[in-house]
T-cell receptor
Framework: GAVVSQHPSWVICKSGTSVKIECRSL??????MFWYRQFPKQSLMLMAT?????????EQGVEKDKFLINHASLTLSTLTVTSAHPEDSSFYIC????????FGPGTRLTVT | QQQVKQSPQSLIVQKGGIPIINCAYE??????FPWYQQFPGKGPALLIA?????SEKKEGRFTISFNKSAKQFSLHIMDSQPGDSATYFC????????????FGKGTKLTVNP
């Protein structure tokens, strides 16, 4: 299957700072990528659809000004958590592909 | 209409057993049904997927059974091994649509030695 990478795999930041998470499709081009958030022992919650060359589409209830998404190329999408707070601590996962979605390894964000 | 209901929430079997995880959906527009396996601290990995024009698909020890009229599909794991212990998610999406996956709530499978 296709390979999707994420960087960093884990990050600790202080409350009020911003954190950027990268999602890359390594062996295919992805016009669409998806960003998810997952709380412990829960399912994946779709946050937004990242579209190459255009604005992201956010799910209801997701603050677009807090979770900035940029899909500047066919292999890279970034999620920036702005002014992070402890409640933003979570496991963030991206996916890419068309019918077959391939997931990255995830990024563990801890906000202190 | 967008929900995918998954059961059971957790499942414990002995090595060699055949755990079965069930999912049900309401939206008849769904036409792609994948299963994902997730280990703690890792991203989900695509296991196997099915489209509604077939009733069964096998890949190795994993089998999906699909019942279009009942709007249900299930995952069977043959000859389960302790290494299969993970959380399994079913999902559904619509071809030609946003391609967004709608996930079930997951099943934590434990395979005892």
């Amino acid at each position: 299957g296709a390979v999707v990478s994420q960087h960093p795999s884990w990050v600790i930041c202080k409350s009020g700072t911003s954190v950027k998470i990268e999602c890359r499709s390594l062996d295919f081009q992805a016009t669409t990528m998806f960003w998810y958030r997952q709380f412990p022992k829960q399912s994946l919650m779709l946050m937004a659809t990242s579209n190459e060359g255009s604005k992201a589409t956010y799910e209801q209830g997701v603050e677009k000004d807090k979770f900035l998404i940029n899909h500047a190329s066919l292999t890279l999408s970034t999620l920036t958590v702005t002014s992070a707070h402890p409640e933003d601590s979570s496991f963030y996962i991206c996916s890419a592909g068309r019918r077959e979605q391939y997931f990255g390894p995830g990024t563990r964000l801890t906000v202190t | 209409q967008q929900q995918v209901k998954q059961s059971p929430q957790s499942l414990i079997v002995q090595k060699g057993g055949i755990p079965i995880i069930n999912c049900a959906y309401e939206n008849t527009a769904f036409d792609y049904f994948p299963w994902y396996q997730q280990f703690p601290g890792k991203g989900p990995a695509l296991l196997i997927a099915i489209r509604p024009d077939v009733s069964e698909k096998k890949e190795g020890r994993f089998t999906i059974s699909f019942n279009k009229s009942a709007k249900q599909f299930s995952l069977h794991i043959m000859d389960s091994q302790p290494g299969d212990s993970a959380t399994y998610f079913c999902a559904a999406s619509i071809q030609g649509g946003s391609e967004k996956l709608v996930f079930g709530k997951g099943t934590k499978l434990t395979v005892n030695p």
